[in-house]
């Protein structure tokens, strides 16, 4: 997903979607989500996010274009690792989030209320969890998720990374990961 080129080249008229999942689990692979959004509109294809590990107060991939964010719950915003809850945050009202509303009306695709619950205590100590992850990260000044060519190369796509307690803009990583 990195390597924008054979992205392109694997675009087809039947492509639809563009999955992507951005720092990526385990590697923390970042793909530049501006330029996977421009490809997929030239194609007329949707682009989805999985933005599990940046959560929404790091990155906000709707604004960079994207069409649906997908969150494992599970993890950051939950907290706890206590719930199995997944959730699909749609930019606009269309046939997909219709299909999806309907397999989860239809279906029963729901958390269970207890689940529901531990979520949103869960989310009550986020804030405080990303407050102490930010302080991990500022420990460490030079990091940055891996580049595609994290050797050789510094990393220089811009992550829409929003700072809590700043109105950073967007910036651009300046340091490869050691
Ligand atoms: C980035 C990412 N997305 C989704 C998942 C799946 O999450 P869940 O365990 O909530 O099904 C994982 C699990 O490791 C993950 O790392």
């Given at each position: 997903m990195q390597d924008l080129a054979t992205l392109e080249r694997a675009i087809t008229p039947a492509t639809r979607l563009?999955?992507?999942e951005t720092p990526s689990?385990?590697?923390?692979?970042?793909?530049?989500?501006?330029?996977?959004?421009?490809?997929?509109?030239?194609?007329?294809?949707?682009?989805?996010?999985?933005?599990?590990?940046?959560?929404?107060?790091?990155q906000l991939p709707l604004q960079l274009g994207v069409d649906v964010v997908m969150h494992s719950v599970t993890k950051y915003l939950s907290g706890h690792?206590?719930?199995?809850?997944?959730?699909?945050?749609?930019?606009?009202?269309?046939?997909?989030?219709?299909?999806?509303?309907?397999?989860?009306r239809e279906g029963g695709a729901v958390p269970s209320p207890f689940e529901c619950w531990l979520t949103l205590r869960g989310l009550q100590t986020f804030l405080t969890a990303s407050a102490r992850m930010r302080k991990t990260r500022n420990a460490s000044p030079n990091?940055?998720?891996?580049?595609?060519?994290?050797?050789?190369?510094?990393?220089?796509?811009?992550?829409?990374?929003?700072?809590?307690?700043?109105?950073s803009p967007p910036r651009k990583c300046r340091a490869s990961a050691a």
């Open positions: 563009i999955w992507t689990n385990p590697l923390l692979n970042v793909t530049d989500l501006r330029a996977v959004v421009g490809l997929a509109k030239k194609a007329g294809a949707m682009v989805a996010c999985d933005n599990t590990w940046a959560t929404p107060l790091f690792s206590d719930v199995t809850v997944g959730a699909l945050i749609f930019k606009d009202k269309g046939p997909w989030l219709e299909k999806i509303g309907g397999i989860q990091f940055c998720p891996r580049s595609q060519n994290r050797r050789s190369k510094p990393c220089t796509i811009p992550v829409c990374l929003r700072i809590p307690d700043t109105s």
